[in-house]
């Protein structure tokens, strides 16, 4: 038997939980005093009690990531140094693995074997990612002719605010750190308020892994305290920002009502999973379009929500996906065999039962699913839902659910399927299955979102880009293009 299959029921048990504010190197409560509840939705009890950061407690972090900038603590590291730091930290997340997948599992309620096998080795793969970028960047020399030389010098912002939300707590997380500290950055991180534990943890493995004090701090706390106190403040340089489109609005508002820091928003979506009548394997798209919603209980920001199906073989595909969505029936997230946990919390339980009501009451047909499931355990399942007969107009097909809900729609003709997959206000990936090049290429080029999968869903590494067009956001997570967004160009001109 697999030897990570057993004993996490035992382990989760004995777990010992931080739950203080990380600033300055080191755990500290709350300037209030004050702690919040953290529901586990596993089982709707009380994990732990987490400090509550607000205003003062963001002053405190702000100044302390500011004093460690200016003072070269971290940016002044030869990029080699910098570069051990950052390897260290990811083998400490690997060594830690265990540990960092449980309080994953048991504060956001996905399975722990999405936690051990995907959050956390990939969070880890992120950072020793960075760190082997920083000392093999160059900057540039410009074409400024005989007399004269130009240097274009990328410098680190300062001060980086990473606003992270609950779907994947550490490896939304890391996204944001790994190359605002590799280019040199100090960095605030709020964690969501539902999922603040691996966070927390990240932050002394930081310091074990030799980042000095100040350059990585950990706020737990409220968006509306914590949050906007972060997007308003006059000492951050840049937010680096993953949520939902209407939060990713605050930040814009914040910023430009405060001290115009710079914006990264990486927000919503509503993913078109587009079938032609002509694709190679049937069997493996409905697969595919099962697992492209049912994943993460449906609570991923590039879920494929919205299954385009041609007309003349929808019937027999349906029926396929509702076969496979089974598989994805919710178990206790600390069973290593289940495949899909509990909702986040009882507010986003309650929010996707709403809009699967909606849709029974627009005339959406339901074909599975459509109930809460493992009601006497205390927490908030779902089943994995799948409606039929949806059109562009309704609600389920045009508001992003960020639950296990699919809506299919159906099209007549190549040019049909692409305008439905655009008609939206999001634009963050989109996917299609079809033997045909140039009606595989046509999709890549006609529809707006930052992915397309061409004969896959949801595939990719840290090699490339990922981010939203339209109100899906701006600004790409992973590769080396997201070193761009925390870095500032430099020109610098000298007259020979
Ligand atoms: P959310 O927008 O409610 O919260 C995200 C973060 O913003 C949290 O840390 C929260 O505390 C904070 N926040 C909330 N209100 C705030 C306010 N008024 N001012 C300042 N900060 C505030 O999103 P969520 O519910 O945590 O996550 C789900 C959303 O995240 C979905 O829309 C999903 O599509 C999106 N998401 C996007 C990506 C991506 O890469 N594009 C990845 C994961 C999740």
């Known amino acids: 038997m697999d030897a990570l299959a057993t004993n996490w029921h035992d382990r989760a048990a004995r777990l010992d939980i931080r739950t203080k504010a990380f600033i300055d190197g080191r755990y500290v409560d709350a300037a209030s005093g004050k702690t919040f509840e953290d529901v586990s939705p596993r089982d709707g009890k009380v994990l732990a009690r987490v400090a509550e950061c607000d205003a003062e407690d963001v002053d405190r972090a702000v100044a302390s990531a500011r004093k460690a900038f200016e003072s070269g603590v971290w940016r002044d590291q030869h990029p080699r140094d910098r570069k051990r730091v950052l390897l260290k930290l990811a083998q400490l997340i690997e060594q830690n693995a265990d540990e960092l997948a449980l309080l994953e599992t048991l504060d956001m ?38 007399n004269s030389m130009s240097l274009i010098l990328r410098e680190p912002l300062g001060v980086i605010a ?14 944001k750190l790994a190359p605002a500290l590799a280019t040199g950055n100090s960095v605030v991180l709020k964690p969501a308020e539902q999922s603040p534990l691996t966070a927390i943890r990240l932050a002394e493995l930081a310091v074990e892994a030799g980042l000095p004090p100040g350059v990585l701090n ?38 430009g009502e405060s001290n115009l820091k710079r914006v990264s928003l990486e927000c919503g979506g509503k993913t078109p ?20 919603i049912f994943f993460n209980q449906g609570e991923v920001c590039n879920a494929g929500s919205r299954l385009l199906v041609h007309e003349s073989i929808k019937d027999e595909f349906l029926a396929k996906v509702v076969e496979y969505g089974k598989s994805w029936t919710p178990g206790d997230p600390l069973d290593w065999n289940s495949r899909t946990g509990a909702m986040v919390d009882d507010r986003q339980h309650g929010r996707v039962l ?66 439905i997959a655009n008609d939206t206000i999001y634009g963050l990936a989109a996917a299609i299955w079809t033997k045909d090049l140039s009606v595989a290429m046509k999709a890549a080029k006609t529809i707006k979102a930052g992915s397309v999968w061409i004969n896959c869903f949801d595939a990719g590494d840290i090699t490339t880009p990922f981010g939203g067009f339209k109100q899906s956001g701006f600004g790409r997570d992973k590769s080396l293009h997201a070193l761009d967004k925390y870095t500032d160009l430099k020109s610098v001109w000298i007259e020979l």
């Open 218 to 255: 950990v706020l737990p706390g409220f968006g509306e305290t914590a949050g906007q106190a972060l997007g308003r403040h006059m000492d951050v340089d840049m937010i680096a920002f993953t949520g939902s489109t209407e939060v990713g609005k605050y930040f814009m508002r914040y910023s």
């Open 162 to 175: 990473a606003v992270v939300p609950w779907n994947f707590p550490l490896m939304m997380a890391v996204w």
């Open 273 to 292: 999973h587009i079938v032609m009548p002509d694709a190679a394997d049937l069997d493996l798209a409905a697969k595919n379009a099962a697992g492209g």
């Open 109 to 146: 309620g996905k399975p722990i074997r999405d936690s051990r096998s995907i959050d956390i080795p990939l969070s880890a793969r992120c950072m020793q990612y960075y760190g082997e970028a920083i000392d093999k960047l160059y900057d540039e020399v410009g074409p400024s002719g005989p």
């Open 354 to 419: 709403s809009y699967i009501e909606k849709g029974k009451a627009e005339g959406a047909v339901l074909k599975s699913g459509g109930n809460a499931a493992r009601t006497e355990t205390g927490g908030f399942y779902i089943e994995p839902t799948v409606f039929d007969g949806v059109d562009s107009g309704m609600t389920i097909a045009r508001e992003e659910i960020f639950g296990p809900v699919l809506s299919t729609l159906t099209f007549r003709t190549t040019e049909e399927a692409f305008r």
